[in-house]
Structure formats: structure tokens, C-alpha cells
């Protein structure tokens, strides 16, 4: 504790007007990620010893530190600072494909397809009833005119949504191993893509709807066969890269750590310019070398090595970038989106556990293990609010909030639910 | 975006020709171009504003928090070598040779340099006098890559070569200290536009904080750490660190250098933590050339070319004629030949993060010619040490044949 109060103290200190002005200081990029780095790490050790998930510390202490409350990161930094992203991202990704084993897929498949389904149906369906019910001029003043079903037709989209980064983020932390956690992490990372395919089809949808063209709600096919190609184009760079990994494995295997990175941050640019999913294909890379060859066990290790300062960087930055005057201005309306997103996801977890006979435990806790929110869902929301004028920066200010929401009492939920599963820990160092 | 992918691609094509040809056992200057990292300060030039432009400004200044870790970790990693225990295994008269080295080298650069920056370049005198002290700091710099490279393959394990290895890994800490004084006081960077007692107050600051930083460490790392945590410590110490000099506009290099010294003598994990530092440093060390590179706008004329090859030949000179005498007026207890000085010939990484160091204290755009003359320096003496180091090996053999192995 004492070495976090020093540390807090040192930064406040050295950011003090008087200081600055004697001794001369200037803006300085890799102080703030020194500090943000230490700091979010002994946050989430000392949130740890409260049984919360260090995640939530990393998150908490990147609000902390971030340009909303003490400013030790300005917007610009945080923004420059996103660099990680992608290579946090595609570690994580490689990290979920090489846990993930066939064997144990193939048992899971029936329950992951009926908690994506139900889940889907009960939260989008959800929505638009409530959207239809409700009596919502009172939250006209906040999220501005719309017309109900297209709106929540989007807001149910991008709450169906669970971050797969944050899940495998838990269920390593934890050292979870188990059956409800291979679903967990099969039905986060399934329906990671389910939502990204009904976000194109939706989004194509309102768009002309609201337009009006043509007097009715109308498909862009252009659009589905745009995102039919990023998935088929993944899938292939997915293949390619595993496949160089278990050669780079099986013939050189000399700096592994290294030529990780390197593929991380490659195959992260290359999708990025390509418009590709980094997350499905570096996926797809460790599902290849953990089930097609036998250097499942190396590649992990070799992540792990460096993987704890990328993750640490990921979640404090992922949290400095949480708008929280967006979540000032709409709490109230944010909190009961996250409340009724809470029960729809329990009604869809139920319903699809109970089809497909799963375990007792499923049905009734699972849904703890869905509520975690980031990345993906706001690039959808900054989609929306580009591609719909008329609402789009009503609804990206709203689900901003929610998933501040979300990603704060996500990883808690999560951990909570594989401690009590009896899984976390089960994992063999 | 484009630019980054390009980065990681190259980063990879240079990592995987690095893996291929170090593999081989033959002495060639291309091999050890890679096995001193210089292949990736090509490459950054090759993506710099002046040839591809993938690295343009813009790029590299998002970049910039890994060239400034880059930067403390050299520093880092260099002062982590001086504990106390390590130290006092040699004798005071090996660490007196390695003062007395680094005070004829100043003396001699920087006293041909002020002439040739005065006469040649037609540089002021005070600025002829700052480039010409930073230089000829800079030439007092040594490497221990290519000795130990070289004392490998050849194979010899003698005290002498043991004793050339520990002199040479450790005299460049002279010019680290020379480099802390040049900041503090010498007319140029930013910090001459504060008093001299705030010029004071700035040195003892770079030296204090990262004493203080140095024991929040040690407080840090005493319980019992995984791996992972010990290098995320390690890295938001040597940011932290680095960046509390970039703020201040003073080169990382020095703090970062009494972080090491100051943490090495603090904590017990020594053993835990050289292999951690040597499995980091490589990727550190190619991100940094490669930025570096990137950073770098290449100038040579023709009065540029005479003064970096002088300067060269005397280094050579002074290497071939100095280390011998040293040796025999400290009584050091075995003859060196004439020849073994230029063991002492490369600076590698040092060097080149000793100019970038300057460089960025001066303000590239004044400093460009310090860049040039700096790392052309650095690249010619580094490519030719390959066979000069091994011929002064090899040479020696007469002088240690009786001391066995």
C-alpha cells in the first residue's frame, strides 16, 4: 500500500504548478506510462487482496489516473497510447485459440449454440419490447428524438455484445480450467462474430429505414458481402499465420517470445488495413498450433513471458479511455439499460442452458460470465454514430456509459462466478 | 496504420535474417553487423523521412515512449553491471586504467575535433567546444558485444581476456558521468536557459530521484515475484525513470545508469535478474536502432568524411600506442601487446545511444552533424572490429601462451 501512496504522492507532486514552473518540466509520454503502468499493477494487486479481479483494479486505476478525474494521462496520451491495443489484442486472441481444444469444443457445441441463440433472442427481442412499452419521452431530453424500433434494435445489437478480451483476460488471471469455463470463453468468443454479422445486417437495416428511401426497411446487400468477405479473408490470414507459427515452433523455436510479438503487432496491422478481424484471426493462429501440432504448450508459455505488462497497459488505458462525462450526464438511464441488459442475459442464459441440459450451475449463474463490455462494442457504437446523424451521438454517449458500467462489474461477476464454479485455480502452473 | 505495419514486417524480416546468419561460425563483417544490432539502424534509415517515409515524424513521435525506454534501458542495463561485490573483485589499479583511458581520450578528441569542427567545419567556438567534448566522450566509449563475440569463438578464457572484458565493459561509465556534467554545464540543450543553481538543482535531482526511485524498486521486489512481475516492475521503473528525464530535457542515459548502479547494490535477485535483462534487451535493442535510424537524416560532405576519418585513425592511434604503456606504468600483473588496445575499438549500442542521447538534449535540428559524424563513427569502427578485434586476440597469443588456460 505504502509503495502506491508513495508513487500517487510522487506524481502529484511532480505535476505541481510550483515544481513545474522552478525546475523546468515538460509533457513527457513515457513518464505517464511508467506511472500508468506501475500503478494500475499495484492497484490491481491491492484490489486482489479483496478477492476482485486485478482487471478491475488495472481498469479502475486507468479512471483514476486518466483525463477524467486526476489527469496524470491527457486525452492525447491515452490516444497515443492505444498503440497497445493491438498487440494486446492479438496476444489475447492467440492466448483464447491456443486454450481452446477441440475435444472439449465439440462437447460444449449444442450448449455454446443455445446461449448465443437464446441470449440474442432474449436481449434483442427484449429491447425492441421495451422500446414499444415504455413510456420514453422521459428520457427524450437525453438521448434526443429517435423513432423506438430502429433505436433499440441498435441498442439491443450492441448489448448482446460480451468482450472475449476481458473473459480470457479473468479466466488467465484466475487460472481457470473447466467445462464452464471452456463455454464461457466458447460462447464470449462465438458470439463475439454472431454480433458482428447481426450488427452489419442491423445496421444496414435501420439505415434505411431511417433514411426513408423507398418508403421501408431494406437490406444492403453490399454491405453483408463486405462483412462476408472480412470473415472468409480472417479466417485465411488465421490459417496462414498458425500455420507459420508451428513452423517457426517446429524448425527455428529460438526467441520465441520475440517472433510472437512481432506476429502479434503484424497481424494486427495487416488486418487493420485490410479491414480485417484481428481478434478471429490471431483466434484461428493458436486454435491451429494448440490442435494441430504438439507446440500448444510453448506458444502460451512464450505469451505469458510478456503477456502481464501488455495486459496491465490494455485495461488501465481501456479504462482512461472510459468517458466518464458521458456516464456523469446519463447514470441514471446507463444504470437501468445495465440492469435490464443483466436480466435479459439471464433470461437467454437460462433458457439456452435448460435446451441444452446443461449443468445446474449454467443456468442459473451463467449469465455472470456475459456482462463484461469493450473494445468491440464501441467500435459499433462509433459506427453507428457516423453511418445515423439523426441519433447515432445520442446512442454512442449512452452505450459509452453502459459499458463503463459493464466493464467495471464485468470481471468482478466473472470471477466471482469460476470461484464459486470451483474452477479457478485449476489450471497447472 | 500503413506505416506500422510496415514496421512490425521489417522488425520481423530483420529478427529472422538475425536468427539465420549469427548461426554461422565465420567471422564476417555481415554477421556481426547483426550480432551488434547495426543492420536494424540501416533499416531504420531505409524507412526514414529521407528514404521510404514509413517512418514519418508524425509516427515516430507515437513511437517515441519505446525509443526513450530504449534509451534507460541501455542505461539501465549498463549501470546494473556495477555491484559492489563484482566490482571489488578487481583490482583498484584496473579501474584507475580505465579512468586514465577515458581522460587521455577526452584530452586528445576533443582537443583534434575543436580544431577540426573550428577549422574545417567552420562551427563556432562555443559550439565547436560542446560538439567536440560530446565527441570526444563519445569515443571514449566501449563495447564488450563484439570482444565477447570474438573471445567465444576463438576460445580463450585467459585472465587477460577476462580482465579486457571486465575494462571494456565498464569504462564507458566515465563518459556517462562526462555526459551528466556536459548537460549541466556546457552552453547548449535546453537546460542552459535556467540559473546555474537550477542547473545544480537539476543534476542533483537526476541523481537523487532515481536513488529514491531505486529503493521504491528494491521495496517493490523483495517478496517473492514471478517472472512477469519482475520484468513489469523492471520496465515501469525504467519508464518512470526515463521519462522523469524527458520531462526534465536531460538525456536518459545518466539517471537510468544510477538507477542500475543504485538497484544492483540494493537487491539480492541479481541471478534472477540478468537473464530476464538479457532476454529483454534484445527487442529493446532493435526498436531502438531501428527508431534511431528512422531519426537520423544522413549529411556527409566531404570535410564531414576527413573529420570522421580522422578522428578514427586517431582512435586507432591512440589505442594501439596507449593501452600497452598503461598497463606497464599501473604494473598491471602481465604484459599486453601494442595491439590488444583495440580491443577496445567498438562502442556499439553505448555509442549509439550516447549520440541519440545528445542529440535529443541539443534538439535534432541542430544536431544532425553531431548525429552524422557521431554514428557514421559508430558504424565504421563497429564494422571493422570484427577482424581488428580478432587479429589483436589472436596476436596476444605469444604474450598469454604461458599463463595457460
Known amino acids: 500500500m505504502i509503495e502506491l501512496i508513495i508513487l500517487l504522492a510522487g506524481m502529484i507532486l511532480w505535476r505541481m504548478e510550483i515544481i513545474q514552473a522552478y525546475i523546468g518540466t515538460q509533457p513527457s509520454l513515457a513518464l505517464s506510462f511508467g506511472f500508468i503502468l506501475l500503478f494500475a499493477f499495484l492497484f490491481g494487486q491491492r484490489i486482489s487482496r479483496y478477492k476482485l479481479p486485478q482487471i478491475t483494479g488495472f481498469i479502475l486505476a486507468g479512471i483514476l489516473g486518466g483525463p477524467y478525474l486526476l489527469g496524470f494521462l491527457s486525452h492525447a496520451d491515452v490516444q497515443t497510447l492505444q498503440i497497445f491495443d493491438g498487440l494486446a489484442l492479438s496476444l489475447i486472441a492467440l492466448i483464447a485459440g491456443g486454450e481452446m481444444r477441440i475435444s472439449r469444443l465439440r462437447e460444449q457445441l449444442k450448449a455454446i449454440f443455445n446461449l448465443v441463440l437464446w441470449q440474442t433472442v432474449f436481449i434483442i427481442g427484449g429491447f425492441i419490447l421495451i422500446g414499444f412499452l415504455l413510456p420514453l419521452r422521459v428520457f427524450q431530453e437525453q438521448i434526443g428524438y429517435f423513432a423506438p424500433l430502429p433505436f433499440f434494435l441498435m441498442l439491443g445489437t450492441l448489448a448482446t455484445a460480451t468482450s472475449p478480451s476481458t473473459t480470457i483476460a479473468v479466466i488467465t488471471e484466475t487460472r481457470a480450467k473447466g467445462r464452464l469455463t471452456d463455454l464461457i470463453l466458447g460462447t464470449a468468443v462465438v458470439k463475439d462474430f454472431v454480433v458482428i454479422l447481426l450488427f452489419a445486417f442491423s445496421l444496414s437495416l435501420v439505415k434505411s429505414w431511417v433514411a426513408g428511401a423507398g418508403g421501408g426497411p431494406g437490406l444492403d446487400w453490399k454491405v453483408i458481402f463486405r462483412i462476408l468477405e472480412e470473415v472468409g479473408g480472417s479466417l485465411l490470414l488465421g490459417v496462414v499465420i498458425g500455420g507459420g507459427l508451428v513452423l517457426y515452433l517446429k524448425y527455428i523455436q529460438r526467441e520465441v517470445t520475440v517472433f510472437i510479438l512481432s506476429i502479434a503487432f503484424f497481424s494486427y496491422e495487416i488486418s487493420h488495413s485490410l479491414g480485417f478481424h484481428p481478434l478471429l484471426i490471431c483466434l484461428l493462429a493458436g486454435f491451429i498450433v494448440e490442435n494441430y501440432s504438439p507446440y500448444g504448450t510453448n506458444l502460451i508459455k512464450a505469451i505469458e513471458k510478456v503477456a502481464l505488462p501488455i495486459f496491465v497497459i490494455f485495461f488501465a488505458i481501456s479504462g482512461a479511455s472510459l468517458d466518464m462525462g458521458a456516464l456523469r450526464k446519463s447514470w441514471l438511464l446507463a444504470l437501468a439499460i445495465v440492469l435490464v441488459r443483466g436480466g435479459l442475459k439471464f433470461l437467454g442464459t437460462f433458457s439456452g442452458a435448460k435446451l441444452s441440459q446443461a449443468d445446474r450451475g449454467v443456468s442459473r449463474w451463467g449469465w455472470a460470465g456475459f456482462i463484461s463490455q469493450a473494445g468491440v462494442t464501441l467500435g459499433m457504437a462509433v459506427i453507428i454514430e457516423k453511418e445515423i446523424p439523426l441519433w447515432g451521438a445520442h446512442l454512442k454517449a449512452l452505450i459509452l456509459a453502459v459499458i463503463a458500467l459493464n466493464q467495471i462489474i464485468g470481471p468482478i461477476l466473472l470471477q466471482k462466478l469460476l470461484v464459486k464454479s470451483g474452477e479457478a485455480g485449476q489450471k497447472q502452473l | ?405
Open chain 2, 1 to 405: 496504420m500503413k506505416a506500422l505495419f510496415a514496421f512490425g514486417l521489417l522488425i520481423l524480416i530483420a529478427f529472422l535474417g538475425s536468427r539465420f546468419l549469427t548461426r554461422r561460425k565465420k567471422l564476417s563483417p555481415l554477421v556481426f553487423v547483426f550480432h551488434t544490432g547495426l543492420i536494424y539502424l540501416l533499416l531504420g534509415i531505409v524507412l526514414g523521412e529521407k528514404s521510404l517515409k514509413i517512418l514519418s515524424p508524425d509516427v515516430l513521435k507515437r513511437l517515441s515512449p519505446l525509443l526513450i525506454l530504449g534509451l534507460g534501458w541501455v542505461g539501465f542495463v549498463f549501470g546494473f553491471q556495477f555491484e559492489k561485490k563484482y566490482i571489488q573483485r578487481f583490482q583498484r589499479r584496473f579501474i584507475s586504467f580505465s579512468f586514465l583511458y577515458f581522460l587521455i581520450f577526452l584530452l586528445s578528441i576533443s582537443g583534434l575535433a575543436y580544431v577540426l569542427f573550428t577549422q574545417l567545419i567552420g562551427l563556432s567556438s562555443t559550439e565547436a567546444l560542446s560538439f567536440s567534448f560530446a565527441l570526444a566522450l563519445l569515443f571514449s566509449l566501449t563495447s564488450p558485444t563484439v570482444l565477447d563475440v570474438i573471445l567465444f569463438q576463438v576460445e580463450r578464457k585467459e585472465l587477460p581476456s577476462y580482465l579486457a572484458r571486465f575494462i571494456v565493459s565498464v569504462t564507458s561509465f566515465w563518459g556517462i558521468l562526462g555526459l551528466a556534467f556536459l548537460v549541466f554545464f556546457s552552453p547548449h540543450g535546453e537546460s542552459f536557459a535556467v540559473s546555474f543553481w537550477q542547473r545544480g538543482s537539476l543534476l542533483a535531482l537526476s541523481t537523487g530521484l532515481p536513488l529514491l526511485l531505486a529503493s521504491l524498486f528494491h521495496r517493490l521486489t523483495k517478496r517473492k515475484l514471478s517472472e512477469e512481475e519482475l520484468l513489469l516492475f523492471l520496465l515501469g521503473l525504467v519508464f518512470l525513470c526515463a521519462g522523469v528525464a524527458e520531462s526534465l530535457g536531460i538525456p536518459p542515459l545518466y539517471p537510468t545508469m544510477i538507477l542500475g548502479i543504485a538497484y544492483s547494490n540494493l537487491t539480492r535477485k541479481q541471478e534472477r535478474l540478468y537473464p530476464l535483462l538479457l532476454n529483454t534487451e534484445k527487442p529493446m535493442f532493435v526498436v531502438l536502432f531501428i527508431l534511431v535510424g528512422a531519426l537520423w537524416q544522413p549529411e556527409l560532405s566531404g570535410p564531414l568524411g576527413l573529420v570522421i576519418f580522422l578522428l578514427i585513425l586517431v582512435k586507432f592511434l591512440v589505442l594501439i600506442g596507449l593501452v600497452s604503456r598503461l598497463t606497464s606504468f599501473l604494473r598491471f600483473p602481465f604484459p599486453f601487446s601494442p595491439w590488444y588496445g583495440l580491443c577496445f575499438l567498438s562502442s556499439g549500442v553505448m555509442g549509439v545511444t550516447f549520440t541519440v542521447c545528445v542529440c535529443l538534449w541539443w534538439g535534432l535540428s541542430v544536431s544532425q552533424v553531431f548525429m552524422s559524424v557521431g554514428l557514421i563513427s559508430v558504424i565504421c569502427l563497429d564494422f571493422i572490429s570484427p577482424w581488428v578485434v580478432r587479429s589483436a586476440v589472436v596476436q596476444n597469443k605469444k604474450y598469454f601462451g604461458y599463463l595457460g588456460k
